[in-house]
């Protein structure tokens, strides 16, 4: 209802500006975008020209939108004829992700490296004008280049499993918007979602979990289960076919595999890598969880071999291993973690969690990949090379930058996607607590002033986080994701200076919802604002 009403408004607001500037509406604002006079109309008969197998890739992923928004394709050749659009791959363009484009009446020319010339097309499919049927492109000439290198979002499949062709489905969108990174939140206390070789019972025990296994944490509602026994995974097969998929959307996959904490389902299949003689659950409720890893040798052979399989699907530079949120009580309780910290000259439980990462990131960095964690990584000592990921605010990222680290803000004040969307809680689906309107996450800017202009360089992005302990159903992962994904982007790809949340939210945003609605995007509708 809530949806159908606003609709009607962003509507006809709609159809009011798609007259009178429907083009120009690219989000992520461009760094600059000059109009000309004149049209290039797009048909069938257009043709794609591509002259490396890259570029016929960027063609291909071209028409497979077209395909999907307007049930059409064109032909790909290597050489120009009649009105075209043509694919000019710069293999040594300094900045890889850097586009040109020029649109006149006959032609449409996109430079740059094979990333920049994939934006390239994001763009022209974002400046497409449908009129009475008929399709164009206004003249136009654009230069662009991303403000940050890190644009990323992050989705849990852990509290709920989600399937590959819904996680595709982001993908595109996330492209779409020139999104470059997905974190893959791939295992929590309440379910492990990628199959290990080595290690099967991480799939058939650690992966689903009962409804018998119900509590409460501090705040937190218990999951209302429905009988069933909630969980799935991924093969590895699946997973290397999501890499795949977006890497050919340029976009690189962080996995992430938690320790030493959130790794309840991990002991439930494998209790001897816990420190107590007992038995784990699975369980079915939110929060922070006692049971973690215990330091022996058993424990870093397993993460070992993990991340060795782990690393064998996923190419990327980054292993993400969580680090948040490790209560101390399951090390204080335990000679072995007590004897451990004794023998290895620490201090307390933080020096060992300091000591339990480092001893990962060793192993990372001699397999050639560098080690992320959440912003606690930073207690009892960060590991030499760690790039944090800052979630309670900045502080940790500007501690860690200021530490010569990189750092990537995903700081839950601004860029928490699991917060609610309205004020009036009771109009909106239940949500893990707190407020994120549009507008504030468009108001983010990740570059502390506290910082010098040196460390700033350390910010290598921004990420959203979308945890998913009440989220279980593809529109409402969509939901959450849109349109704040869209303000996120252009926090992301767009200069602070450059940013204009009016031009964004009222001129820009209605005519790209319109468009997720012809994509089947369950996005939600803001308020329109009355002024
Ligand atoms: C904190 S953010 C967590 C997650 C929860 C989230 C809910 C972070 C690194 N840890 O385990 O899902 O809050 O907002």
Redesign the pocket.
């Known amino acids: 209802m809530l949806k159908k009403i606003a609709s009607i408004l962003v509507f006809s607001l709609g159809v009011n500006v798609a007259h009178a500037q429907s083009s120009y509406s690219i989000i992520p604002k461009p760094v600059s975008i000059q109009a000309a006079s004149g049209r290039f109309d797009l048909g069938r008969q257009t043709v794609l020209v591509a002259q490396t197998d890259a570029a016929r890739k960027n063609a291909e992923l071209f028409n497979e939108f077209l395909w999907n928004r307007y049930g059409f394709k064109m032909s790909i050749t290597r050489v120009a004829t009649g009105k075209a659009i043509v694919l000019e791959d710069q293999a040594d363009a300094a900045a890889a992700e850097a586009y040109s484009l020029t649109v006149t009446a006959d032609k449409i020319t996109v430079k740059g490296g094979n990333t920049g010339v994939f934006y390239g097309l994001q763009s022209v499919l974002q400046l497409i004008e449908q009129q009475n049927g008929a399709l164009a492109v206004p003249a136009v000439t654009v230069n662009d280049k991303p403000e940050f290198g890190y644009r990323g979002v992050m989705i849990?499949v852990a509290?709920h499993f989600f399937s590959l062709d819904e996680l595709k489905k982001i993908v595109d969108l996330m492209a779409y918007f020139k999104f470059n990174r997905l974190h893959w939140h791939l295992t929590?206390d309440q379910g492990w979602r990628l199959e290990i070789k080595k290690y099967p019972k991480l799939t058939q025990v650690a992966a689903w979990r009962d409804s018998s296994i119900l509590g409460q944490y501090g705040d937190f509602k218990p999951f209302v289960y429905d009988g069933v026994k909630h969980g799935g995974y991924y093969t590895q097969e699946e997973a290397r076919e999501l890499v795949k998929y977006a890497a050919d959307r340029k976009i690189t996959i962080l996995p992430e595999i938690e320790l030493p904490g959130?790794s309840t389902a991990v002991l439930a299949a494998y209790p001897q890598l816990g420190c107590k003689d007992t038995i784990y659950q699975v369980p079915g409720y939110?929060g922070?969880h006692y049971a973690i890893y215990c330091p022996k040798e058993e424990t870093f052979r397993f993460l070992e071999d993990v991340l060795t399989e782990v690393m064998a699907i996923f190419p990327g530079e980054y292993i993400h291993v969580?680090g948040?949120?490790v209560p101390k009580e399951h090390w204080q309780e335990s000679s072995f973690a007590q004897n451990m910290i004794r023998k290895q000259k620490l201090k307390d439980e933080h020096e060992l969690q300091s000591y339990f990462i480092s001893r990962i990131e060793k192993f990372l960095n001699k397999n050639g990949r560098r080690l992320v964690g959440?912003d606690?990584i930073l207690e009892g000592g960060l590991a030499p090379n760690a790039t944090v990921?800052s979630?309670?605010g900045e502080k940790g990222g500007i501690a860690a930058a200021r530490m010569q680290h990189d750092v990537i803000m995903?700081p839950?004040s601004h860029l928490?996607i699991?917060?609610y969307q309205s004020k009036d809680k009771t109009s909106e689906p239940t949500a893990?607590?707190?407020f994120l309107p549009l507008e504030r996450v468009y108001s983010y800017h990740p570059r502390p002033d506290s910082l010098t202009a040196a460390e700033q360089q350390h910010v290598l992005g921004v990420q959203a986080?979308l945890?998913?302990?009440y989220i279980g159903t593809n529109n409402k992962l969509e939901y959450m994701l849109f349109p704040r994904m869209l303000a996120l982007s252009e926090v992301a790809w767009s200069a602070k200076s450059a940013r204009d949340y009016t031009d964004f939210s009222t001129r820009r945003l209605p005519l790209r919802l319109q468009e997720l609605e012809k994509l089947n995007v369950f996005y939600r509708i803001p308020e329109a604002k009355v002024t």
């Open positions: 849990d509290r929590d959130h939110w922070v969580g948040d949120e959440w606690e990921m979630w309670r995903t839950n928490y699991d917060h893990i607590g707190g986080n945890w998913t302990e």
